[in-house]
């Protein structure tokens, strides 16, 4: 294949971490009030319910203190329609995305709406929560809304208490005012207070090279470094890249040894997640000869003895296995030569 | 009267579906050299940089730092980043400028909307704790609000398109739109629906690109541009992140932008950053603009939306009117956030 006319190398680059946040005084009984399949609004100096809560007063810019549970009806105030669910979202099949303003709530919640058709969903639709069967104090405790059969109320009370609903929100309790521990003696809250919360996050995307990475990898797959000079300071950089110090490509190719010096290193003894060695090893900077920026790797075969100069080869990998990356290098091994003198490499730590 | 400050030279990249590596290295650096060209100026004359990006296109952390080898970064340079389109980082030249500590800065921005899933990606900037958990995309989050217009009387579905028809008139003359075409609100409103009330060509599509801009001091600025565009104000504001927090119909945080910088209704252009067809309708409103102000004669972003360069391309587009003499007075605007909820106002003006 002609690989320097070759459309650039891209490949599928999977992230995923946790974020775990901790809630706070307003978030932490809103959570709790979640997993025990309650809503509890934020009320504000003006007499208004903010539902989701909101920590402080938008007017005053006092700490929110006071909660108050509303029902888990409420109606819906914007709305759209998802045919096709991306990952993630709340249901797997199409729905709505709605703006919901619970019953009793002066604001409105952002969630989905499992309506099974477009022409079902309308502005004043009436809806209710589908709580998940397992909670943990979560946005996601809410696994939804659903239609509500039933008859349309007024809106704008904060009151709370709703017969039609008493089977599944308990209010009768002290309507949990202002200390985080108003939920106390209720028997559906006797939990411990929700403290933080976990979301995973899961992203993919295409990581996509320069023309120059390329070609540099497509050499990696038949076993040669590949090195580029910059035009103007003419050093070689390996793998080529802009010149970090004149802000211009690379061009000219330079083949580069797969012998070089150790310029720097360290031991690693600690365990980390996705670590595919066990501790410790030795990470360092080989500057390949011919090249004039170092390239870090593993030294191995060599406890103990890893230093400033040490000269290492290349230790490739079974040719079959080859590809376009640079783990067709497995590691890197002393070669018994001499040291290189310091001098040599000074200028590239 | 603040000091003068001025723009002095743009360059864009052309907007594209795929184009050009995660990093943006390589894209970057024929952009730094076309802005500085048409500032007359050396690079190591820059003596501020500041750019607008996100490790969340990237996928990697502290991708901007990868950016900076487009600069050539030695002898040591003077830089900054804002995790936002990179009109927030022209905020931070403009003042960093009038405090003095600069003459003259490049300001750039740059991404790869393409690499990820944008829409799914851009959930993430929603409310951490009960929004952004439930992955709304953007898309759907700007449906919301273009129904609440509707519902309310303030947009229809045909006003709507008549914006998508316009700006996709005037992309056709623009090199570095990514879509144009002549078309017709009948056409148009005869789609079918992406995000009910949204069809295509309401959203803005996903770009590729990068926009690089060049600022300097008054005396400066005259001895490197022969028609600057002076900025007579600028000003950023917000308002509350919940969705459901805020009237979504109406724009506060613009409006409070646009009066903090005086802006007048006999602009001659105004580039409004708006990713959807209703947004621009909101805006308009919202910034007071009359009929007689020419909006986006660039196509504006529903034609070419590369994430955090777009708002500073508005800028841009809207000083190269003033520069070029087609216009003495002109706005640059730019949007972050779900729903318009942060606004920056640009007022650029020529001066004889
Ligand atoms: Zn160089």
């Given at each position: 294949m002609d690989t320097a006319s070759a459309p650039p190398l891209a490949a599928p680059l999977d992230i995923a971490f946790d974020y775990t946040r901790s809630l706070g005084p307003v978030l932490g009984r809103f959570m709790t009030g979640l997993r025990d399949r309650r809503v509890l609004g934020a009320r504000t100096a003006d007499g208004r319910v903010h539902v989701p809560p909101l920590e402080y007063d938008p007017a005053t810019h006092a700490p929110v203190t006071e909660l108050v549970p509303v029902p888990p009806t409420g109606t819906v105030t914007s709305w759209t329609w998802t045919d096709q669910p991306l990952d993630g979202q709340p249901l797997d099949r199409p729905f709505g995305w709605a703006l919901i303003r619970l019953d009793g709530a002066d604001t409105a919640l952002l969630h989905a709406v499992d309506a099974g058709t477009r022409e079902s969903m309308r502005t004043g639709m009436r809806v209710r929560i589908r709580w998940a069967a397992e909670r943990s104090g979560h946005i996601r405790d809410i696994a939804c809304f659903e239609p509500d059969p039933g008859p349309p109320r007024a809106s704008g009370?904060?009151?709370?208490?709703?017969p039609a609903t008493a089977s599944d929100l308990d209010?009768?309790?002290?309507?949990?005012?202002?200390?985080?521990?108003?939920?106390?003696?209720d028997l559906s809250t006797s939990g411990e207070l929700v403290t933080g919360i976990t979301t995973p996050i899961r992203l993919s995307y295409t990581h996509t090279t320069s023309a120059e990475e390329s070609r540099y990898l497509h050499a990696l797959s038949e076993g040669r470094l590949l090195g580029q000079r910059c035009p103007a300071c003419r050093k070689v950089y390996v793998p080529p890249r802009v010149c970090p110090a004149d802000g211009v490509p690379t061009e000219e190719e330079v083949p580069v040894h797969d012998h070089g010096t150790v310029t720097t290193f360290c031991v690693v003894n600690v365990p980390f997640a996705g670590q595919r060695l066990d501790p410790p090893y030795v990470v360092a900077q080989v500057l390949l000869d011919g090249a004039d920026i170092p390239i870090p790797h593993l030294i191995l075969g060599a406890a103990g003895e890893v230093r400033m100069g040490m000269r290492v080869a290349a230790v490739w990998?079974?040719?079959?296995?080859?590809?376009?990356?640079?783990?067709?290098?497995a590691h890197f091994r002393p070669t018994g030569e001499p040291d290189a003198p310091y001098e040599s490499y000074q200028e590239h730590l | 009267m603040n000091p003068a400050v001025a723009i002095i030279g743009f360059a864009q990249a052309p907007c594209r579906p795929s184009a050009g590596t995660t990093s943006g290295v390589e894209t970057l650096v024929p952009l730094f050299h076309q802005a500085l060209s048409a500032a007359r100026l050396d690079r190591r004359e820059v003596d501020f940089w500041c750019s607008g990006s996100s490790d969340y296109l990237a996928g990697r952390a502290f991708s901007f730092v990868s950016a900076i080898d487009a600069i050539g970064a030695y002898p040591p340079i003077c830089e900054s980043h804002v995790e936002m389109d990179a009109a927030w980082a022209f905020y931070e030249a403009y003042v960093k400028i009038l405090a003095g500590e600069a003459e003259t800065a490049l300001v750039y921005g740059f991404g790869k909307s393409s690499a990820g899933l944008l829409r799914r990606v851009l959930a993430l900037q929603l409310d951490p704790y009960v929004a952004a958990p439930l992955w709304p995309d953007s898309v759907s989050v700007a449906a919301l609000q273009a129904r609440l217009a509707i519902d309310a009387g303030l947009v229809t579905e045909e006003a709507m398109a008549e914006v998508a028809a316009r700006s996709q008139a005037d992309a056709?003359?623009?090199?570095?739109?990514q879509v144009s075409g002549q078309l017709t609100v009948d056409d148009l409103v005869a789609t079918p629906y992406v995000a009910d009330p949204l069809r295509a060509h309401d959203c803005a599509p996903v770009s590729d690109g990068a926009a690089a801009l060049v600022l300097a001091a008054g005396e400066r600025a005259r001895r490197h541009r022969e028609q600057p565009a002076w900025i007579s104000g600028v000003a950023h504001r917000v308002d509350p992140q919940g969705l459901g927090e805020r009237d979504l119909t109406t724009v506060p945080s613009a409006t409070a932008a646009a009066e903090a910088v005086s802006l007048p209704a006999d602009l001659d252009v105004a580039e409004l950053h708006a990713p959807f067809t209703h947004q621009e309708l909101l805006l308009r409103t919202a910034l007071g603009l009359g009929d007689r102000v020419r909006i986006n004669p660039s196509g504006g972003a529903l034609c070419g939306n590369p994430m955090f360069s777009a708002g500073l391309a508005r800028i841009g587009a809207a000083a190269e009117q003033v520069m070029s003499g087609q216009a003495r007075r002109a706005a640059g605007h730019a949007t972050s956030g779900p729903a318009l909820q942060q606004n920056l106002i640009c007022l650029l003006e020529a001066r004889s």
């Open positions: 009370s904060a009151t709370g208490g709703d209010t009768s309790g002290d309507p949990d005012t202002s200390n985080g521990a108003g939920t106390s003696g990998r079974d040719p079959a296995t080859w590809s376009t990356t640079p783990e067709n290098i | 056709s003359t623009n090199p570095y739109a």
